[in-house]
């Protein structure tokens, strides 16, 4: 139940606010004031439900489930079968529709972000007397630990979601202004941000 709802919640999130939230992410970077607004609504609705007063409904909701055959597992190989699988698929459809080398190349890479993410987290920045979680590239919690760390950082020291999130703003803010196309854009009309603060 939790998976249902928490999915529906984003497409419609994704759909008021023209974008998922690592678009918006990178659009903050660039001078849009609606992702950024957009963000900081998001960052403390995700913070009250991991932590906050809507964590006993996420709990309740993610209490309610239903048994699914595990079709990986009885693949040879698992998991990593069927993500070869995936993988081969999902080239095979991306050099059907005649992308170009370098943006393929771009996009092969950042898919190659998530899996090296889990790796390094779970082996590189582990460290016995200090153990962290292992993760990879998402944005919900990445967004709530960095709207966290800037209200309380004497007392919380930044973490990767904080390192993933400061990356990818200033990343963005730095090839826009390497361009020249960096420029402020905010909120047409009442009811655009009305669409933009429900969304987020």
Not at 102 to 119: E, H
Not at 132 to 151: G, Y
Not at 166 to 182: H, K, S, T, Y
């Amino acid at each position: 139940a939790g998976l249902v709802v928490g999915g529906l919640l984003f497409g419609v999130g994704m759909v008021l606010t023209r974008g998922c939230v690592s678009r918006l992410t990178v659009l903050s970077g660039s001078g849009n004031l609606r992702a950024l607004t957009v963000l900081l609504v998001f960052a403390v609705t995700a913070h009250a439900t991991l932590k906050g007063v809507l964590a006993p409904l996420r709990t309740a909701l993610t209490g309610v489930s239903v048994d699914v055959p595990n079709v990986a597992g009885g693949m040879p190989g698992g998991g990593v079968a069927m993500g070869t699988l995936l993988l081969v698929v999902a080239m095979w459809f991306a050099r059907s529709a005649k992308t170009p080398g370098a943006a393929f190349a771009s996009a092969l890479l950042l898919g190659l972000l998530v899996p090296l993410g889990w790796l390094l987290t779970a082996t590189v920045l582990q460290d016995d007397f200090d153990p962290i979680a292992v993760e990879s590239l998402s944005f919900t919690l990445p967004q709530a630990e960095t709207l966290f760390w800037l209200i309380a950082s004497t007392a919380v020291g930044p973490g990767f979601g904080v390192g993933l999130i400061g990356g990818v703003v200033f990343g963005a803010l730095a090839v826009q202004l390497l361009r020249g196309e960096f420029r402020w854009q905010s909120f047409d009309s009442p009811r655009q941000t009305g669409r933009y603060l429900a969304g987020g």
